[in-house]
């Protein structure tokens, strides 16, 4: 991290990372200027005055049908989208990071809408390599692409913060990692231009923007291109889904953060022949799944990420 | 916390930072029985296509078989063929080759998995699989 703690103005006011795992939650604070560390997990840190929150949401993966341990991806989104609707406070939107369905078909997203629509919550998502597997690749963004340009991109701004939805999963090319395309990201640099460096920047997207683990196809070809314009914004998040597991890191004023799946967990990078779902004991699986919690606290911008599995 | 359990994986979370995986020791579903590829058949296990370099006569057909418990799709690297559905478990996709020539395919949900099949003249030469 201190490589990129360089004195150029913006990243001056350096983001800070503090990290406790308390089991297999996290909890995760990004302040300017002054180390900010939120301590146990508490829901009263999402409750803070003032807040905005909202939840990161991913590969629900509806259709995924495998045997034990796997209940099935149904009951377990169900099961998220309870602790969801019984937070104590409500979230301002949830974001929903791609890989809704596992193959793209209209009762595989049906029956995903009608487990999340029970939040009542604005979703906004972008899809995963999942959900453009039918042969027109049009069933994702006639639902829930309306608004959006080319393969469903788009921004909005919520409480002073600019969030960017992304989509790598598009026009994907033999032995290429995830791709944004030429067009996404002259769309990308015009979106953030003349917007001033203090505004917060939240991009989200399903396959994570930096390289993660390239022989698993973890990456994005052309991730480092648009975090270039987003290099002058003194605090960017970035959340991506895909790869069913926590993981962050700090990079000058950008975080990255991955959120779990709320179907199945799979491996460390690495750690098993293939990335194909994790086997583990019944009882230890709900420890592995999970939703993401997202706080930003006005005027001093710190960020908050917990991440909550479903049990543990 | 636990980071990572091989030097691959060590050493990219040296590359990276920090990385932060899950506290729980993953154990991966047992790898299906390879697959003895049939004369024309292309398995897939564990993410990869097996043989990664399938040599047929032009008009043979050539069947793939997902053996994964993740939905695969094949793809034309050249557009030669329209793309396969999207394979779930034990499903196949077959393609007939009449044309001899040297054909790029990709797993379309997941590109960096590649594969190569040479169609050869169907007359004349000696090229055997």
Known sequence: MSKFDRDDGVSRRKVLECMTWVGTAVLWTVAGGVPHALGII?????????ALTFLQISDSHIGFDFKTPYPNAVGTLEECIAKVNALPTKPAFMIHT????HLSTAAQ????DKVIGQTKLDVHYVPGEHDFVDQEQKLFLERYGKGTKGAGWYS?????????GLVNVHDLKAGGLGNLGAEQLEWLEADVKGRSASTPI???AHIPLWTVYPNWGWGTDDGARA???LKRFGSVTVLNGHIHQVMQKVEGNVTFHTARSTAFPQPAPGSAPSPGP?????EKLRSMLGIANITFKQNDQPLAIIDSPLEG | MSISRTLQGALLAAALGAVCAPVVAPFVLPARAQNVAAANGISIDNFTFNPPTLTVKAGTTVTWTNKDDIPHGIASASNAFTRSKAMDTDDSFTFTFTTPGTYRYFCYIHPHMTGTIVVQAATGGNATQ
């Open chain 1, 42 to 50: 508490d829901k009263a840190a999402a409750q803070e005055a003032h």
């Open chain 1, 98 to 101: 791609g890989d809704i369905s």
């Open chain 1, 109 to 112: 997203f049906d029956d995903g």
């Open chain 1, 156 to 164: 909005f701004d919520a409480n002073g913060v600019h969030f960017i």
């Open chain 1, 202 to 204: 939240v991009v989200f």
């Open chain 1, 227 to 229: 975090l270039s314009y």
């Open chain 1, 278 to 282: 994790m086997k583990v004991p019944a």
